[in-house]
């Protein structure tokens, strides 16, 4: 029998995986509701159960409802999902958390959109995008800020389409798993999908659900508010080198061609006086600025040549005009240049016989000077760095 066919003979259309530690308050719920699903929309489908460690008869509940239950060893949100997707013979995949909080009977919904060609089918739980939230359903934190906030941050930074990226439930085509190849086992995993699926310019849709109150009573949430958040801004940050590197980078280079521009001349601005100290901070803030900039360049390289995420047409123009052998000369040319500066302020040393100097007017040339010696050596060397990056692997 084909590993896509139901023990009947008849093709699985969808799967209805549920990672699964510790439900047995509300398993059977889950499994029931969405056999009814299946069954008053005539669809062909199945229920896999994917049990992280279960230690209170989840298993045997599962098993006696005819769902089948795939173990999964490796501990984790995202690694239980992983094991019952990969198990699961359907054409369609929809996951759901198995505490009683979303109704599997919404199942028909996310089929619906998929039978259309939508590759992702988020659900929606905030009434922003259409859905509701019973009362007592979600935490105060969780609904007005947490949400909310990196729901805003997933459309602004990726350009996903969707109002609640928390949100659990949701359907999409098992060849879309297989081409995001996901790496996230912890919670961050339904985050990942959405964000890559976005990043490669798949279709996304919303719909609206209904989330109802925890059904368990024998433990607490998985969820940890502020670990989970942490863990969700971290992944924003590390799939997204222009909000975490390349930013900041740029403005600490515009900060400090400012402090340039006013300390060279030694202005004073409202009483304030700006000379070789202010020299110092405009430098630091440069050479912080572009080495955050190189590490913005390194991460996208390397992302990209591992498939982390898709290729980027911004980045093959980069490559085109500053390859290897560009960024050595403009690495080099700045090196000469602040030697130059260097020897300059040695030479004005040697004219005094190598006694007391003009601080003022000396750190003028040394700061500079020190300031493009770095910046070129960093160049040089960020120039081999990123060309050893991105050199695909066979």
């Not at 958040?229 to 799939?239: C, H, P, Q």
């Not at 750190?363 to 991105?390: H, K, Y």
Request: proline share 5%; with cysteine.
């Amino acid at each position: 029998m084909s590993d896509e066919m139901r023990p009947s003979g008849h093709p699985v259309e969808v799967s209805v995986v549920m990672p699964c530690l510790n439900e047995a308050d509300t398993l059977a719920a889950c499994i029931q509701k969405a056999q009814r699903a299946f069954a008053e929309h005539r669809i062909a489908g199945e229920v896999v159960v994917a049990d992280n460690g279960s230690t209170d008869g989840s298993q045997a509940i599962a098993s006696g409802l005819g769902a089948r239950v795939v173990p999964v060893e490796a501990k984790g949100y995202g690694n239980a999902l992983m094991g019952g997707i990969e198990a699961s013979r359907g054409r369609y995949v929809v996951m759901g958390d198995a505490d009683d909080s979303y109704d599997f009977l919404e199942v028909p919904k996310f089929v619906e959109k998929l039978r259309k060609g939508v590759a992702l089918v988020q659900g929606c739980r905030l009434p922003s995008g259409g859905g509701t939230v019973l009362p007592g359903a979600m935490p105060f934190l969780h609904r007005w800020w947490g949400n909310p906030m990196f729901s805003l941050m997933a459309r602004r930074m990726f350009h996903a389409p969707v109002h609640d990226v928390y949100c659990g439930m949701r359907g999409f085509c098992k060849d879309l798993y297989a081409r995001l190849d996901q790496r996230c086992t912890g919670m961050e995993f339904a985050t990942e999908m959405i964000v890559k699926a976005s990043l490669r310019g798949e279709t996304i849709a919303e719909v609206p659900i209904t989330l109802h109150p925890d059904g368990r009573k024998a433990h607490k949430p998985h969820l940890k508010t502020f670990r989970d958040g942490w863990r969700t801004l971290r992944f924003y940050l590390m799939y997204s080198p222009r909000w975490l590197f390349l930013i900041p980078g740029v403005a600490l280079i515009l900060l400090g061609l400012l402090g340039y521009a006013v300390a060279m001349p030694g202005l004073t601005l409202g009483g304030m006086n700006f000379d070789a100290h202010t020299l110092l901070f405009a430098s630091l803030a440069i050479l912080c600025g572009y080495q955050s900039i190189l590490f913005a360049i390194f991460t996208k390289t390397f992302a990209i040549t591992e498939g982390l995420i898709p290729s980027d047409p911004r980045m093959d123009r980069f490559f085109r005009h500053l390859y290897l052998e560009r960024g050595l000369m403009l690495g080099a040319l700045s090196l000469l240049a602040g030697v130059g500066l260097l020897l300059m302020a040695v030479e004005q040393w040697r004219a005094v016989n190598f006694g007391p100097l003009n601080y003022a007017t000396t750190m003028r040339w040394v700061i500079p000077g020190a300031t493009l010696t770095a910046l070129g050596f960093q160049t040089i060397l960020a120039s081999f760095f990123t060309s050893i990056l991105g050199l695909r692997r066979k």
